[in-house]
DNA sequence: CTCTGTGAAGAAGTTCACAGCA
DNA sequence: TGCTGTGAACTTCTTCACAGAG
């Protein structure tokens, strides 16, 4: 209901509520309930339906959600009119990986620019990206790009994070293990796959699991 | 100081311990407290305290905790005696990129065995890992293998995830955009890419962020 | 002194359960 | 009737602040 500050556990589920709106809305669906979009992201319906008050009173009472109202309200929220632009720095399997999602076809995002230690790559393109060498990342002018995706060894982690503060990012998606110490106004959200890996083992481990199946 | 049950958020931060403890043993260090730790991880050291309070008494009033001994004892707690075999389905560029992981060094586990729909990669081998065709994945013997990587493209996913299930997995880190469904005591954690940066972004546009610069 | 371990307070997130609108 | 939106309860997590051990 308020537009005040949506909580941090909320904003993290809105993207997946979008997606999974875009293929209901794709394949013809009108109206869904909340119980009926927690059952396809796995989430309790209570939850779904305070996430999404506090975008506003979007649903009908003993209706539902309207699938396309509700999917232009969160393009809306999301930014999703926009292009991001995002560069990516270390074009290894992963970098390589990354560089062939398709992060544009469903959330307007776009890796436009990947810089690489490798003089093999720098030059060629992969997906639609152009690879330049990583002594350019200094130089260039990012003035377009806030967000960057750091994937490259651990050992150039930290210095490479430097650059990327001094170019102007505020935002970087760290795929290394290093935990990077950059300015309190930078914010870093870390994918460490291995810890994800190890946490995995070990919930598996230590909590028997009667719950439901998820995260 | 009980060990009932850890906390999950608790558990989440143990392998990120284990890893920066590790390195800080290679490279000579005795002993540690709460505040110099959470400087490297960036956790609140009252946070870093509790935390490893639930595992038992593990520092000295007056000292802090011994890094050789917390690393052993947090060893044991993540069995990080025991290798963890895992296999992976999918061996696209992301899923190249986890057989090239180093998963072993830091964290005794091993992709022993990785399976691909693609017959040009069939037979070779990647890392250490043999990849063998997906038909196989239904009457291979996994029973030494409870935990899954899931790399395939979204179509296939829920498709493979029956079968993974169905040769006794009982983890499964699932890197497709699809929400699966399984039995509820089979654990799914969802590695979700497009998610990840959507959701940074959304951050860096909402959340003006004087707090420190973390996840 | 220094630094842990923890009671107590506080903050954040989830779920229940139901009034009330369509 | 079938559903949302939300008070209120509950659960989980974080942080403060300090007694007390070394």
Request: aromatic share 6%; glycine share 8%; no cysteine.
């Amino acid at each position: 209901m308020n537009q005040d500050k949506i909580p941090q556990a909320t904003a993290k589920r809105l993207p997946l509520y979008y997606r999974v709106l875009q293929h209901l809305s794709e394949s013809g669906k009108q109206r869904i309930s909340s119980s009926e979009l927690g059952e396809v992201v796995k989430i309790d319906s209570a939850t779904i339906r305070r996430d999404l008050s506090h975008l506003g009173a979007l649903g009908k009472k003993g209706y539902g959600y309207h699938v396309d109202r509700l999917l232009s309200f969160l393009r809306n929220v999301l930014n999703q009119d926009e292009l991001t632009k995002v560069m990516l720095v270390g074009v290894g399997n992963l970098g390589t990986a990354l560089l062939k999602y398709n992060f544009l076809k469903n959330n307007n995002m776009k890796i436009v620019k990947a810089y690489d230690t490798n003089a093999h790559k720098v030059g060629t393109t992969i997906g639609e990206t152009l690879i330049f060498s990583i002594q350019q990342l200094e130089t260039d002018n990012h003035d377009d790009i806030t967000v960057a995706i750091l994937a490259v060894p651990a050992e150039g982690a930290q210095s490479v994070a430097d650059v990327l503060v001094s170019t102007g990012v505020s935002g970087i998606l760290n795929f290394t293990p290093v935990r990077l110490s950059v300015p309190n106004d930078i914010r870093v959200h870390h994918i460490d796959l291995s810890v994800e890996l190890q946490t995995l083992v070990y919930f598996l481990n230590n909590y028997p699991l009667k719950e439901p199946g998820g995260e």
